[in-house]
């Protein structure tokens, strides 16, 4: 995108947007003149006043990314034509990937995005790029446990307030595995069915990091197998010991007795007929 042709008001200039009002790579050309051709329109503004287009098909803001205080027209000395010309051409900030604004020859330009298909012909060709990736169209997501209060946060089951000055509200651990075969698959997660919807959540044993922590939570153990806390499973013990245990129950019901968790043990014998 551009505001060449009026500051403030920057258009689309190359790709299916540029060509889609008018600005395209036609045969013989070295590109597009955008002094008399313009895109679609990309926003209006500079710094904290830009205000991205509208998008015709929803009727809301499209996308923007600038950075702090972009795009912000810098006239004054850099490896280009800042101070006569100003900066009227996007460029990607590395390594945040946030917008700002260049002159068209600054000397610190480690290299270029170019999209092909469907915009005539184009001033380079594939064997010029230095890498090729073909884009697919994304999808809208729900943005979670951004800028939520702690109250909030700890509302939300898909969220974990874990404190700090950066991101205190983060995405849990497991919620985004998106089916219950697919967690219980997953040693550290579970499904939980005590929220609506269910979804994948972590195993509460697996947050506690080291034995000594471990070793104080009831239901939970210290696996030197796997270095980690797991929830503490009645198999292994004795009847005596299972005896000992507030969640176990020594069941019988199989002839010589073994050890299960307390609430399958005490469920009735379901009785199958098959016809």
Request: with cysteine.
């Amino acid at each position: 995108a551009s505001d060449v042709r009026e500051e403030g008001k920057w258009n689309w200039v190359t790709g299916p947007e540029g060509a889609a009002g008018g600005c395209v790579y036609a045969s013989g050309k070295s590109g597009c003149n955008i002094q008399t051709e313009t895109g679609l329109p990309f926003g209006e503004g500079t710094g904290s006043s830009f205000a991205p287009a509208i998008d015709q098909t929803t009727g809301r803001d499209m996308y923007d990314n600038w950075a702090n205080d972009e795009p912000n027209d810098f006239r004054g000395p850099c490896p280009g034509s800042c101070a006569t010309d100003g900066e009227d051409y996007g460029h990607f900030l590395w390594p945040s990937g946030e917008w700002n604004d260049y002159p068209g020859d600054h000397q610190q330009i480690d290299g270029y995005i170019c999209e092909w298909g469907g915009v005539g012909d184009m001033c380079v060709d594939v064997d010029d790029a230095t890498g090729v990736t073909d884009l697919v169209p994304g999808v809208c997501v729900e943005k979670i446990c951004i800028n939520d209060t702690e109250t909030d946060c700890k509302a939300n089951p898909k969220c974990e307030w874990v404190g700090g000055n950066v991101q205190p509200c983060v995405v849990a651990p497991c919620v985004e595995i998106p089916n219950e075969k697919e967690c219980d698959a997953d040693p550290v997660c579970h499904w939980d069915v005590t929220v609506s919807p269910s979804l994948c959540k972590e195993k509460i044993c697996n947050k506690y990091k080291d034995p000594a922590t471990c070793s104080t939570k009831d239901d939970c153990m210290w696996d030197d197998g796997v270095n980690r806390c797991v929830d503490k499973v009645c198999d292994p013990f004795d009847r005596c010991d299972c005896k000992a245990e507030p969640r176990c129950f020594w069941d019988t019901s199989s002839g010589t007795g073994k050890c299960v968790e307390s609430r399958y043990g005490q469920c009735p014998t379901l009785d199958v007929v098959l016809l």
